[in-house]
C-alpha cells in the first residue's frame, strides 16, 4: 500500500466523528511536552475525504495538537479502509505498550458496533492481539466498560483502580455507577468484598422490586462513603453491616447480639473468640497469645472466672438457636 506524506492544515481534518479512537486518556503529558518542543514527528494516519482528510489513527496527537494550538499537521494519505487502518493502528500502539481496559473495551466495541464485524472474527483475530482468552465471555466482561462515561473513567484511572474491580461495574446498573466507583475510590474494598456489596444490592434490588439506585439511596450509600466521622475500613463496615440487616433482618439482629455478648465477656489479653456462622455448628473457637508460662497462668485463671460469666451462656444458647 502506498501512502503519501504531507504536512496539511490542521483544519481540514475532519474531527467531528472520531470514530476510530480508541486511545485513553485522551493526552498524555510526556507527548504533550514532546509536542510543545519538537512538534509532532510521527505523521497522522488519514484518509482524504473530498476537500478534507478523516483521521484514521494518532488521535492523541491530534488533541494535543489543537491544545497546543498548532496550525499545520504532518500527516500520511493512505487509501485504507476503517478495518485495516485500526488494525494497523492497533499494531503500532501495542508494540510500544499494553492497551489499558478503557482502551481495550473502545477498541472491542468500535469493532463489534461500528465496524460490526462478526463477534467470532473478533474473538477469533483481535482478543490475542490484546492479549487476551479467546472466549466470548472476555467480550461479555470488558465491552461493558466502555459504557462508562469520559470522566468516570478518568476518576478511575488516575486513582489507580484496579482492572477487575473496574470490570466488576458492569453488574451495577449505570446510574449506581458513581456511587460504586466513589466506593472503590475512598473505601478501597478488596474485590470479594466489593463484589459481596454489588451482589447484596442487587439481590435486595430483585426482592424489593426496587432499582439498585433506590436501593443506595435508601441506604445513604454515597453519604457514608463520603463521611469524615470514621476511617474508611470502618465506613465499609458499616456499609456491609448496613445491607446485611436489610437483606435478612432475623439474622444480622442475632450476630449483633453475639457481638454484644463477645464484649461483655471482656476477653483478658492474648485472647481471641471466634463463633461459627450461624446453623454451622455450635463450637466455639479460642486462640490465645502468650509470651511466657506465667502469663498462661494469668491467661487461665481469667479464663476460669470469664467460664462463669452468664454472656458465654448466653452466646451458646444462641448457638443453640434459643434466644430466650
Known amino acids: 500500500m502506498i ?4 504536512v496539511i492544515s490542521i483544519k481540514s481534518l475532519l474531527q467531528e466523528h472520531p470514530l476510530l479512537c480508541y486511545s485513553f486518556p485522551p493526552t498524555d503529558p510526556l507527548l504533550e511536552t514532546s509536542i510543545s518542543e519538537f512538534g509532532i514527528m510521527s505523521p497522522l494516519l488519514v484518509r482524504k475525504s473530498g476537500d478534507a482528510y478523516f483521521v484514521l489513527s494518532g488521535f492523541r496527537r491530534l488533541n494535543i495538537a489543537l491544545k497546543l494550538n498548532l496550525k499545520e499537521i504532518p500527516v500520511l494519505i493512505c487509501d ?10 492497533l499494531s503500532e500502539n501495542t508494540s510500544r505498550r499494553p492497551l ?6 473502545a477498541l472491542l466495541d468500535i469493532l463489534l458496533n461500528v465496524l460490526t464485524l462478526p ?3 473478533v474473538i477469533r ?20 466498560v466502555n459504557k462508562l462515561s469520559v470522566q468516570q473513567k478518568t476518576s478511575l484511572y488516575h486513582a489507580g483502580i ?23 475510590i475512598h473505601l478501597k474494598p478488596g474485590i470479594n ?39 474508611a475500613s470502618q465506613r465499609l463496615n458499616m456499609l456491609r453491616m448496613a445491607l446485611q440487616d436489610r437483606r435478612n433482618p432475623a439474622v444480622s439482629a442475632t450476630e449483633n447480639y453475639i457481638s454484644a455478648k463477645l464484649h461483655a465477656l471482656k476477653l483478658p489479653a492474648g485472647v481471641r473468640l471466634s463463633t461459627p456462622n450461624l446453623c454451622e455448628n455450635t463450637n466455639i473457637t479460642m486462640d490465645i497469645s502468650i509470651k511466657s ?32
Not at 485504507?80 to 493502528?89: E, K
Not at 489499558?100 to 473495551?105: D, G, L, Q, T, V
Open 125 to 144: 483475530d483481535y482478543l490475542p492481539l490484546l492479549g487476551l482468552n479467546t472466549h466470548r465471555s472476555v467480550v461479555d466482561k470488558i465491552v461493558p
Open 119 to 121: 463477534e467470532q472474527t
Open 3 to 6: 501512502c503519501t506524506f504531507a
Open 80 to 89: 485504507m479502509d476503517n478495518v485495516t487502518a485500526l488494525r494497523c493502528s
Open 100 to 105: 489499558n481496559i478503557f482502551e481495550k473495551a
Open 193 to 231: 468484598k466489593f463484589n459481596q456489596i454489588i451482589e447484596l444490592v442487587t439481590e435486595i434490588s430483585r426482592r424489593d422490586k426496587k432499582s439498585m439506585r433506590t436501593i443506595c439511596d435508601e441506604l445513604k450509600f454515597d453519604e457514608l462513603i463520603h463521611s469524615e466521622d470514621h476511617p
Open 293 to 324: 508460662p506465667e502469663s498462661l497462668k494469668q491467661i487461665a485463671e481469667k479464663l476460669a472466672v470469664m467460664s462463669d460469666n452468664p454472656a458465654l451462656s448466653d452466646i451458646f444458647n444462641c448457638l443453640k438457636g434459643d434466644l430466650s
Open 162 to 184: 484496579e482492572e477487575d474491580k473496574i470490570l466488576s461495574l458492569r453488574l451495577a446498573d449505570s446510574d449506581t455507577y458513581d456511587t460504586f466507583i466513589a466506593l472503590l
